[in-house]
């Protein structure tokens, strides 16, 4: 599954058209569209709450995680940068908590790597950042997409629309920020389906590993699910020996086999 998280409708457009989404469902102002090949659209309106909410509504009604969340958007940035110029992101700062974000990467970026700052309201010229980016969303996105899955499978590309004016820009603008970088989104998503979806990586060695792992620590259906993809992250990114099958906990409370199930589950992460 692939699912892209947009804030506005005229950022989601040129994704609609070009995936041929149709919307299912909508959660007060939260619209929700799917399309063939199990691609899925969020518009989860303006700001990093509404964007947390949006995500969090998915994810939490998911058997299934998406192999890939991919938050796209428009941004604004210094004035060293020029319009139009697409960045992957590196990290993420919400202004209001100081927590910063960092998503992890499988694959080469086709776009180069920049910091980001998420603000509460637009960022006007006169305000000077520490980040070269900033916009209203990528934190929420950020803070939501992690807790429910591995840090690789949460990206966000951010399209530089301004500098921090106030001008407000035309619906068929943004379309066209959009618009024109769909051919190297469209190639970074493929790539990165193809990185995480690698037959290869589960030999027979590694099966009976996991097997063993979700057997002797009692493992739930959706624990399996969720150890499986976090498996493929570190088989992926990581030259390390498989960690060592744990000992079979004794009598155990459901709340403590979730807490030995998420300390083993960090260290794959680490």
């Known amino acids: 599954m692939i699912v892209f998280v947009t804030a506005l409708l005229d950022e989601a457009?040129?994704?609609?058209?070009?995936?041929?989404?149709?919307?299912?469902?909508?959660?007060?102002?939260?619209?929700?569209?799917?399309?063939?090949?199990?691609?899925?659209?969020?518009?989860?309106?303006?700001?990093?709450?509404?964007?947390?909410?949006?995500?969090?509504?998915?994810?939490?009604?998911?058997?299934?995680?998406?192999?890939?969340?991919?938050?796209?958007?428009?941004?604004?940035?210094?004035?060293?940068?020029?319009?139009?110029?697409?960045?992957?992101?590196?990290?993420?700062k919400d202004v209001n908590t100081e927590i910063v974000y960092y998503p992890d990467l499988l694959i080469k970026s086709p776009f180069p790597l920049e910091h980001l700052e998420t603000h509460p309201k637009p960022v006007d010229s006169q305000q000077s950042t520490e980040a070269a980016l900033f916009d209203m969303e990528a934190s929420g996105f950020f803070h939501a997409a992690q807790l429910y899955l591995p840090p690789h499978a949460a990206q966000s590309i951010k399209i530089i629309s301004d500098f921090g004016s106030?001008?407000?820009?035309?619906?068929?603008?943004?379309?066209?920020?959009?618009?024109?970088?769909?051919?190297?989104?469209?190639?970074?998503?493929?790539?990165y389906r193809a990185a995480i979806k690698a037959d290869n990586l589960f030999t027979e060695e590694t099966e009976q590993w996991f097997s063993s792992v979700c057997d002797i620590l009692r493992l739930t259906t959706t624990q399996e699910r969720d150890?499986?993809?976090?498996?493929?992250?570190?088989?992926?990114?990581?030259?390390?020996?498989?960690?060592?099958?744990?000992?079979?906990?004794?009598?155990?409370?459901?709340?403590?086999?979730k807490t030995i199930y998420n300390e083993f589950r960090k260290s794959l992460l680490l």
Request: glycine share 4%; charged share 20%.
């Open 13 to 92: 457009r040129p994704l609609i058209d070009c995936f041929k989404l149709k919307q299912y469902k909508s959660i007060r102002s939260i619209r929700f569209f799917k399309g063939e090949n199990d691609v899925f659209l969020i518009i989860s309106g303006t700001g990093s709450l509404s964007c947390n909410s949006a995500v969090t509504s998915f994810l939490s009604n998911q058997e299934n995680q998406p192999l890939l969340m991919l938050n796209i958007g428009i941004c604004g940035a210094n004035d060293s940068l020029t319009k139009g110029d697409v960045y992957l992101i590196a990290s993420a």
């Open 166 to 191: 106030e001008e407000w820009l035309r619906s068929e603008q943004v379309q066209s920020l959009i618009s024109t970088q769909l051919d190297s989104i469209a190639d970074f998503v493929e790539s």
């Open 227 to 257: 150890l499986r993809q976090v498996l493929r992250y570190f088989l992926i990114s990581s030259d390390k020996p498989l960690p060592e099958i744990p000992e079979k906990p004794e009598q155990i409370s459901k709340s403590q086999q």
